[in-house]
């Protein structure tokens, strides 16, 4: 594969959890994925920053477009709220697409022989 797949790949990872982590998410707390109660709290610093790091660009998108539809923000900061997601949804695929190969490498040196 060259650049441009891996890259592609590296997004559509990244996108698919988080989907997967939002919609999880929404389906427990039976309310609209955002940066508020009961995703994101002070008073849970290490669940929040989990559910930022995997669901956080929905979370982004979501706030955009409510944002949008309530006239605060404009149609050129609704794009760059997406841009920003999609640039957050790359990374996250790559960290997870590492996350995965170190986790393969170390699974694979072990010695399961009896």
């Known amino acids: 594969m060259g650049p441009v797949e891996h890259t592609l790949f590296a997004f559509m990872v990244g996108l698919t959890a988080c989907g997967l982590a939002g919609s999880a998410m929404e389906l427990i707390s039976g309310r609209r994925l955002a940066f508020v109660e009961p995703y994101v709290s002070p008073a849970h610093v290490l669940r929040s920053l989990f559910a930022t790091a995997c669901a956080g660009p929905l979370m982004f998108a979501n706030e955009a477009l409510h944002a949008w539809r309530q006239g605060r923000i404009s149609a050129p900061a609704l794009i760059s709220c997406g841009c920003t997601a999609t640039v957050w949804a790359l990374a996250l695929g790559v960290v997870l697409i590492d ?16």
Do not use: V
Request: net charge neutral.
């Open 99 to 114: 996350i995965a190969s170190r986790a393969g490498i170390l699974l694979g040196s072990a010695d399961f022989s009896a």
